[in-house]
């Protein structure tokens, strides 16, 4: 499929965005993925419902740029798109008063109506863009934008103009799904008719569930976090949707969240009381006392101290919190709770305010610039969530230098690499079951730290300052998830450069195992010979890291020019020739069997096609083996047993060759694959031309002639051993060729040692 050069072209729906609308964490990414894909190269169009609770100076920066209306069920509603363009980003308000001129987003009883009439202007809305923006993907986030797939697909798919739209589902909490009675299913949804529908949005006899429809219709499901991801394809996390995940858990991925790293960071901040950096961090210990003031704790450095910024509600862990609190606070640790919620949890933090004053400091409120200050100021963050799809506290927190104390669960555990008392590394501390007993303990490990490892605790939140959490690698991931769904779309180059950085990096790493491959080789001669000679092929430049593991421990020992080098090449050389002299004598005498003749043939077949390449080397190895030759002769047969072992392992191309061009001459057949198991032959004959040589020149009795040939039978399975294992791996040659061998092996060297006897 041809590419084309044109952008990939974004639609990113969400019912709402910072910094206009913002209850949640959803609000946080609509707010910053968009500008963080408008930076790698997209264009995109964020589509948020105009409430009527965006502030003023928005509202007179937009444009009116089209209106329409919508069909819902018997309805035919208004819509209206006012632009705005904020930070390279364009926004298009959806203005519908009756349905969005209220005091809070969410929690009415017609949400249901709301949101469906949101999802079908967004499908509509796809008509109404600006000129040239065609629609390439259409990313829908959490049930209020949940039935856009499912309009799409059952009444615009055959239309030119969404053909072409791809649609991604991302899932920030499964727990909130959008689930109503099934009337509305005809009288909203205008679906009752369409089997397909109905079936696909049914959850029970008597509702239906925005979310499921998204799962069944959506092209690709993203959710905040890897582990998250797989949490919710269980029983325990999945609320229910666990079934369907598991279905298309091939089309499902977790992206972890990042955060605005420009909007928080506590080297610019203005909202906190002095500011500071990762190296220079006196700025934080103004700000910690600047909040003990504020809160009416004590002013005391010498006291760690843990806040929270949270819904209070049993999901982030609440239960645990009035459980543990009595324990923490008596215990020495300042505590401040920021957020409302539940009445029961409200009315405990105040108790605990009232028991220890001085302590403890509760705010049952909504205060953004408090919660930025208390970030600021703390010494630890507590999030113990019951379940956090990803959760952005715990990255704020460590941004601005406060430690955070998690459960491992969904994001918490993808983002906070608890502390490692042997190693120092880390970035927090966690605890894995929701258990008021095990956080209680984290938070006291913490505490322990603080007090008597100051060093220790300083270098922790070093490290925790300078993790990486912006949007730009989250958003490389969202972009190669577009890329995949529409191939025929060029990908940016500053894109494609910054994928490219990655890939050595990865690169890198996998050389690794063949690291590891020359210390076995010392125990298995055969392995790392075999690729040097895979190497030597035209097709061998596919594989560079293989390549380049291998060739440079084989090069340098064919220049080399010490006394140690030039032994090792002595001594093969001498092996390779006696090879050569002691087959024709065991030819000439008869005493090679069938098995060893098929034997030599097999392994020397793969050898002949080598040839040509080996000829250029061969006179080069001979005049460089010619001086140091008589030396090594001179060498006891043990020592040249030990020396053939290690040059096996590291053999230069040259000699090589001269052992190839000598096998090939026994077996001139040519194969389709040469240098597969290319010393398996030399390995043997260099045991058996030793093995031979000493009967013939010492032995002159009964005694000597027996411990020659039990020691002719131990030389030559030693390296029979490493070729047995190896010709399962790799070798196409049979591994019963060299068990043949064996047998032979003894018995021509006994009945030669007995026939010196006789004729002596």
């Known amino acids: ?46 589509m948020v419902p105009k ?105 615009y798919q055959g239309l030119p103009l969404y053909d072409r739209v791809k649609t991604v589902f991302s899932i920030h909490n499964v727990a909130f799904q959008g689930q109503f009675s099934d009337t509305v299913m005809e009288d909203i949804l205008g679906m009752a008719h369409i089997p397909a529908a109905a079936t696909q949005l049914r959850c ?30 269980t029983p325990e996390f999945g609320e229910g949707l666990d079934g369907v995940l598991r279905e298309r858990s091939y089309a499902l991925q977790g992206i972890l969240n990042g955060i605005d790293v420009v909007g928080f960071d506590p080297a610019t901040d203005k909202r906190i009381a002095a500011n500071y950096t990762v190296d220079d961090r006196a700025g934080k210990a103004v700000c910690k006392a600047k909040l003990q003031e504020e809160l009416g704790l004590e002013i005391r450095d010498d006291r760690p101290l843990m806040v929270m910024v949270t819904r209070l509600t049993r999901q982030k862990g609440m239960d645990l919190v009035m459980y543990a609190l009595d324990r923490i606070l008596s215990g020495g640790v300042q505590v401040a709770v920021l957020g409302t919620g539940d009445r029961d949890y409200e009315d405990g933090l105040r108790y605990f305010q009232g028991k220890y004053p001085g302590t403890m400091a509760a705010r049952i409120e909504f205060d953004p610039a408090l919660s930025q200050r208390m970030y600021a100021a703390a010494d630890m963050f507590l999030m113990p969530s019951k379940f956090e799809p990803c959760g952005l506290s715990q990255i704020i927190a460590m941004r601005y230098g406060t430690l955070p104390i998690v459960r491992e669960t969904g994001g918490l555990k993808d983002t906070v690499q608890p502390y490692n008392e042997f190693t120092g590394e880390g970035t927090g501390f966690s605890f894995s079951h929701f258990n008021g007993d095990e956080m209680g303990d984290a938070v006291f490990r913490a505490a322990r730290l603080f007090w008597d490892n100051r060093e220790a605790w300083n270098q922790l939140v070093t490290q925790a300052m300078s993790q990486d959490f912006s949007w730009t690698r989250s958003a490389d991931k969202y972009l190669d998830l ?10 940016p180059v500053a894109v494609e450069a910054a994928a490219a950085v990655e890939e050595p990096v990865a690169a890198e790493a996998e050389p690794a195992a063949p690291v590891k491959e020359p210390a076995a080789a010392e125990a298995e001669p055969a392995a790392p010979v075999k690729e040097p000679a895979a190497a030597e092929e035209p097709k061998a430049e596919e594989k560079p890291a293989v390549d380049g593991e291998v060739k440079p421990t084989a090069k340098p020992a064919a220049k080399k020019t010490t006394r140690k080098t030039t032994a090792k090449k002595a001594t093969t050389t001498k092996a390779a020739t006696s090879k050569t002299t002691t087959a024709k004598a065991t030819t000439t005498r008869k005493r090679t069997t069938a098995a060893a003749k098929k034997a030599v043939e097999a392994e020397a077949a793969p050898e002949v096609k080598a040839e040509a390449t080996a000829e250029a080397t061969t006179a080069e190895a001979k ?11 001179k060498k006891t047969t043990a020592t040249k047993t030990a020396t053939a072992k290690k040059a096996t392992a590291t053999k230069s191309p040259a000699t090589k060759a001269a052992t190839t061009k000598a096998a090939a001459k026994t077996a001139p057949k ?24 000493k009967p013939a020149a010492k032995t002159t009795t009964r005694k000597r002639a027996t411990t020659t040939a039990k020691k002719a039978t131990t030389k030559t399975a030693a390296p029979k ?40």
């Open 1 to 46: 499929m041809a590419q084309t050069s044109k952008k990939m072209q974004i639609v990113f729906a969400s019912a709402e965005c910072a910094p206009f609308v913002k209850t949640g964490g959803l609000g946080d990414v609509a707010g910053s993925l968009p500008a963080a894909l408008v930076r790698a190269g997209a264009e995109v169009i964020v």
């Open 51 to 155: 409430y009527a609770t965006i502030k003023d100076e928005y509202k007179a920066q937009m444009e009116h740029f089209a209106d329409f209306y919508v069909s819902l069920s018997w309805r035919n509603e208004y819509c209206g798109l006012e632009k705005l363009e904020h930070d390279g980003v364009t926004y298009m308000f959806v203005d519908n008063e009756h349905y969005f001129a209220r005091d809070y987003p969410y929690g009415f009883f017609d949400d249901g109506e709301r949101f469906a009439f949101f999802s079908k202007a967004i499908t509509e809305s796809l008509q109404h863009l600006p000129e040239g923006f065609e629609c390439d993907i259409l990313h829908c986030n959490d049930w209020q934008t949940a039935l856009a797939p499912v309009f799409l697909r059952e009444f």
């Open 204 to 233: 029970d006899a008597c509702s239906i569930n925005y979310m499921l429809g998204a799962l069944h219709y959506a092209d690709a499901i993203t959710t905040v976090s890897p582990t998250y991801a797989g949490e919710i394809q």
């Open 482 to 491: 577009y890329f995949f769904m529409h191939p025929e779309i060029e990908r």
């Open 623 to 633: 005049t460089a083996a010619k001086a140091p030759a008589k030396t090594a002769a």
């Open 670 to 693: 040519a194969d389709a694959k040469p240098a597969v198991k290319v010393e398996e032959a030399p390995s043997e004959p260099k045991a058996e031309a030793a093995v031979e040589a």
């Open 721 to 760: 051993a490493t070729v047995k294992t190896e010709p399962a791996k790799k070798a196409p040659v049979s591994p019963a060729a060299p068990a043949e061998e064996k047998a032979p092996t003894k018995k021509t060297s006994v009945r030669k040692a007995t026939a010196t006897r006789k004729r002596r």
